[in-house]
């Protein structure tokens, strides 16, 4: 018996392509169903995507090396205010150091909002962020001081330059205009307490 040969391909028709319409319709098929898995897939990856976008939520950040800087600027300026009662003859200087230090914790509540962004409606996004084991962690970074004891003009001198001192210290480890701010804040407290409060 002769081996029949496979039928040479016709003239204009590509070899491996359907050679009747029941084969051209299930390729047909067989492309959409895999351009829908391309698709399903894409839109799978975007889904996946925008779901890990939505848990940015649970990153605990570290704290802003500012904060502590801001938490201790008003408790500065609560005991310079709280320091009038027993020091009345240093009103002026009281008054104006509690102030000044009521403005340098808002110039660094500004400046760490700033980097943590705000979105185009004026809210600010969700920052937790881990706690800090410096610094006087009593009271949240942003939030007013509750009344102190009314400290001595000594003891708020002493405190004082230590925030100068660590504000200098912390000025140097940074760059740019959190260099720049934290230095000026640094010089105003040398003010303060050695001026002021002489």
């Given amino acids: 018996m002769p081996i029949r040969l496979p039928a040479p391909p016709r003239a204009g028709r590509i070899t491996g392509m359907p050679s009747d319409r029941h084969e051209s319709h299930r390729t047909a098929v067989d492309r959409r169903t895999a351009l829908r898995l391309a698709g399903g897939g894409t839109a799978g990856v975007l889904a996946l995507g925008a779901l890990a976008g939505c848990t940015g939520d649970d990153v605990v950040h570290e704290p802003d090396p500012l904060a502590a800087q801001e938490i201790a600027a008003r408790a500065d300026a609560a005991a ?15 008054s104006a ?36 084991a410096s610094g006087p962690s009593a009271v949240a970074s942003g939030s007013a001081v509750p009344p102190t004891t009314p400290p001595s003009v000594d003891s708020l001198r002493t405190q004082l330059t230590a925030a ?15 260099a720049g701010l934290l230095a000026s804040i640094s010089a105003a407290c040398a003010v303060q307490a050695g001026v002021l409060l002489a």
């Fill in 80 to 94: 310079a205010a709280a320091a009038i009662v027993i020091a009345p003859d240093r009103h002026a200087a009281l």
């Fill in 97 to 132: 150091i509690a102030t000044e230090r009521t403005a340098h914790a808002d110039a660094l509540r500004t400046e760490i909002d700033r980097a943590i962004g705000v979105y185009a409606d004026g809210t600010k996004p969700a920052h937790r962020t881990r706690a800090s």
């Fill in 164 to 178: 100068q001192k660590s504000s200098a210290e912390l000025a140097r480890a940074l760059t740019g205009y959190r």
